[in-house]
């Protein structure tokens, strides 16, 4: 049973925020959107935690689903990832939890984690300093994909042969996250299989004009079935 009332953690109400709503709305929960951003700390408070909007006397939701972390200064990501650990602390299950959300919002830590794990992936390296962007590259040869250590939807990728051509360190904040580039057959395509709870629920193949492939950047999904050797690697992703 949905609990009564969730904040929907999200920094724009986009049409994924406002499915989200009306998901929760069909279901008969009060779901509210709420910025990570606007949300605080305050010790004298019933829960201990400024959450916008209204919660009840406790001041705290039922629960609480992430849609998206907000960006910013090292010390606002901690502080928003702070707010998700006190929530979990009170019992207010969140979902996912901040540290499912550190493991992958830090491709270096997801790939060594899929690594760890035995999940089969291209190699992947990552490097402070151009220097030691430019020496790996020499060591490692061929094509690799840049990529921002924190970011997604496709932005700011970039494929890269030789060391001429990395981008400057301020760029990518000083920090160099490569992967190998992998070469497809026929028309540029990924698939993405959605996990919950250990269980696949939703799978969709996307297909791009170019090799990025991200709905943002002109994907386009299309309905897929994945075989059981994907559903595996997907549950065992997840579960890494």
Same mark, same amino acid.
């Given at each position: ?13 986009? &049409?994924?925020? /406002? +499915? ?8 008969? #929960? ?5 910025? !990570? ?5 305050? @010790? ?5 935690? %400024?959450?916008?909007?209204? &919660?009840? /006397? ?27 650990? /006190? ?7 969140? &979902? ?13 830590? @997801?790939?060594? !984690? ?10 992947? &390296? ?8 430019? +020496? ?20 700011? %990728?970039?494929?890269?042969? +030789?060391?001429? #051509? ?11 996250? !490569? ?54 690697? *997907?549950?065992? /992703? +997840? *579960? *890494?």
């Amino acid at each position: 049973m949905l609990a009564r009332r969730i904040a929907l953690f999200t920094d724009l109400l986009d &049409w994924h925020a /406002a +499915a989200l709503l009306e998901a929760f709305d069909a279901e008969g #929960a009060r779901a509210a959107a709420v910025r !990570l951003a606007d949300c605080g700390f305050d @010790t004298e408070a019933p829960g201990g935690l %400024l959450i916008p909007g209204d &919660w009840g /006397a406790g001041g705290l939701p039922d629960a609480a689903f992430v849609r998206s972390l907000d960006g910013g200064s090292f010390e606002a990501v901690t502080k928003r990832l702070s707010v998700l650990h /006190a929530l979990d602390a009170q019992g207010v299950p969140v &979902w996912n939890t901040a540290r499912a959300i550190e493991r992958c919002v830090d491709k270096a830590m @997801t790939c060594f !984690l899929l690594g760890r794990a035995g999940v089969p992936m291209p190699a992947s &390296w990552t490097v402070e300093g151009r220097t030691a962007a430019e +020496a790996l590259l020499a060591r490692v040869g061929g094509e690799v994909v840049v990529k921002p250590l924190f970011g997604a939807q496709g932005r700011g %990728l970039l494929r890269v042969r +030789a060391a001429e #051509a990395l981008p400057d360190a301020a760029t990518v904040d000083g920090v160099y996250h !490569l992967q190998r580039f992998v070469e497809v057959e026929g028309s540029f395509h990924d698939h993405r299989i959605l996990v919950c709870d250990g269980v696949p629920v939703a799978a969709m193949t996307r297909r791009g004009r170019d090799w990025i492939t991200n709905v943002r950047r002109g994907g386009v999904p299309e309905p897929f079935t994945p075989d059981d050797t994907m559903a595996d690697l *997907a549950v065992r /992703a +997840a *579960a *890494a």
